[in-house]
């Protein structure tokens, strides 16, 4: 076989079962790793036809070259990471967007997950910048922070975060104003008891998301009663508790307004425990709209974010930082009611 002036010939083989290494291309094409080298940073002294033989070959064994080794090389990986606490149904809707959004770009996406559990549930995007910045990816886009963000040499975007609109550039939704749809939807139907699961405490989105229930009550002039709320975490299994405190009140609530949809759906599954009928009995309303809430029964009467329009502009907003652009700091997007089967009149005591 052939080679290229200077490298010894070598013979054509595939490479073992495994990860593909620069050397396996090399004897693969039957030129020397320098070569290889020279035709996948685009760089000059190699001849055409050579140059094929080994894009050839890159292509038949699926070689990609390490993105440690390409960072420390260029400085950069072309890769933006999107760090999440879990993959949850929020996190989710907000990927497909992000995934849309980073098509054509000539970037690459790494979702990832850090270790999230127990008592290391704060500052876990600190543990995950910490191992991805700088050798793995660009910049990164964080859903829903702990705390406020930690130094880093590389652009980052917050989606729900800690600190609402302050700090780095953020992304939400208007949680206040959903909230007060939410809840101004079931006082319209004759609600005036009427309880709040609420999320995240650590969150911003929680607070505003309680603040637009409490302002609604007030303009009914329907008094809040602090018995009517409950810590449900914006996880399902939190809420179980939350729900029930709620349900065995003496004078329990004809509704409850719940945080989110994961929130909503399991205070759904826990009335259905205690024989009540939803929403004969008792309304359910959510927040988010992710697909579980459409697919429940009865189907959820929730708030939609439009969390892949989020994710979508997330990732624009990060593009921009890499290259320098100029943007606003500060992204807020509204939110709507969306009225489905889990939300009816109060019944009659």
Not at 107 to 114: F, H, N, T
Not at 145 to 174: K, R
Not at 179 to 195: C, K, M, N, P, V
Request: aromatic letters at 4%.
């Amino acid at each position: 076989m052939s080679t290229d002036a200077g490298s010894p010939g070598t013979t054509s083989g595939e490479p073992p079962l495994g990860r593909v290494t620069i050397t396996d291309v090399a004897r693969a094409a039957g030129v020397s790793v320098a070569t290889v080298s020279k035709v996948i940073n685009g760089r000059y002294g190699v001849a055409a036809s050579t140059s094929e033989r080994v894009l050839e070959v890159v292509a038949r064994l699926g070689y990609e070259s390490s993105l440690v080794a390409s960072s420390l090389r260029r400085r950069r990986t072309d890769v933006i990471g999107i760090l999440v606490a879990e993959f949850e149904p929020f996190a989710t809707e907000l990927l497909k967007g992000v995934s849309a959004a980073v098509a054509g770009t000539g970037y690459d996406v790494l979702a990832y997950s850090g270790s999230v559990s127990g008592d290391n549930t704060v500052g876990w995007e600190r543990r995950s910048l910490s191992r991805l910045a700088g050798t793995l990816i660009d910049g990164a886009v964080i859903v829903t922070p702990t705390v406020l963000f930690p130094t880093t040499d590389i652009p980052v975007v917050a989606i729900d975060p800690h600190t609402g609109p302050t700090g780095p550039t953020t992304i939400d939704s208007d949680n206040v104003g959903g909230a007060r749809a939410a809840t101004r939807h079931l006082l319209e139907l004759g609600h005036r008891r009427i309880g709040h699961v609420r999320g995240r405490t650590d969150l911003e989105s929680a607070h505003r998301r309680e603040r637009g229930y409490r302002e609604a009550l007030a303009e009914a002039g329907v008094p809040f009663d602090p018995d009517l709320v409950r810590d449900g975490g914006y996880r399902a299994a939190t809420t179980t508790e939350a729900a029930r405190a709620l349900l065995e009140l003496p004078d329990p609530p004809t509704a409850i307004f719940a945080a989110n949809d994961l929130s909503a759906i399991r205070t759904v599954e826990v009335a259905r425990e205690r024989g009540l009928r939803v929403p004969e009995d008792l309304s359910v309303v959510g927040f988010d709209n992710v697909p579980e809430a459409s697919n429940c029964e009865p189907p959820l009467t929730t708030v939609a974010q439009p969390l892949q329009q989020m994710g979508a502009e997330a990732v624009r907003l990060l593009l921009d930082l890499l290259d320098g652009k100029e943007r606003e700091r500060h992204v807020h997007m509204p939110a709507r009611l969306v009225v489905r089967r889990s939300s009816g009149p109060a019944p009659v005591r």
